[in-house]
């Protein structure tokens, strides 16, 4: 079973920088595109930017576009949210996502696997 573990989450101050990971275990030939979606108090789980396998083609929600950036490390099992210019509404838990096949993860629906989530505190 293959399985995702986040961490890097923290409180920050409005206009810092963070960067999270996610390490991914078990079967890793099984994982394809990576994704990370968030998910604020009392809000639904929202997509927040998405890697395919070979780390070419990157997708960004609007609200990430230009200050987060997704990346890959196929080598260690790794995926990475770097986080800048961190706004009051970034505040949320972070979640990492795995498909099983090249699909598209901007869905929340289309994921087989999650992480159990970091939370990110970013106060004004």
């Known amino acids: 079973q293959v399985q995702l573990v986040e961490s890097g989450g923290g409180l920050v101050q409005a206009g810092d920088s963070l960067r999270l990971s996610c390490a991914i275990s078990?079967?890793?030939?099984?994982?394809?595109?990576m994704a990370w979606f968030r998910q604020a108090l009392g809000k639904q789980r929202e997509f927040v930017a998405m890697?395919?396998?070979?780390?070419?083609?990157?997708y960004y929600a609007a609200s990430a576009q230009g200050r987060f950036t997704i990346s890959r490390d196929n080598a260690k099992n790794m995926v990475y949210l770097q986080m800048n210019s961190l706004k009051p509404e970034d505040t949320a838990a972070y979640y990492c996502?795995?498909?099983?096949?090249?699909?598209?993860?901007?869905?929340?629906?289309?994921?087989?696997?999650w992480g159990q989530g970091t939370q990110v505190t970013v106060s004004s």
């Open positions: 078990g079967p890793t030939t099984k994982v394809y595109p």
């Open positions: 996502a795995a498909a099983g096949r090249e699909d598209d993860l901007r869905s929340r629906n289309r994921a087989d696997y």
């Open positions: 890697i395919d396998w070979s780390g070419t083609k990157k």
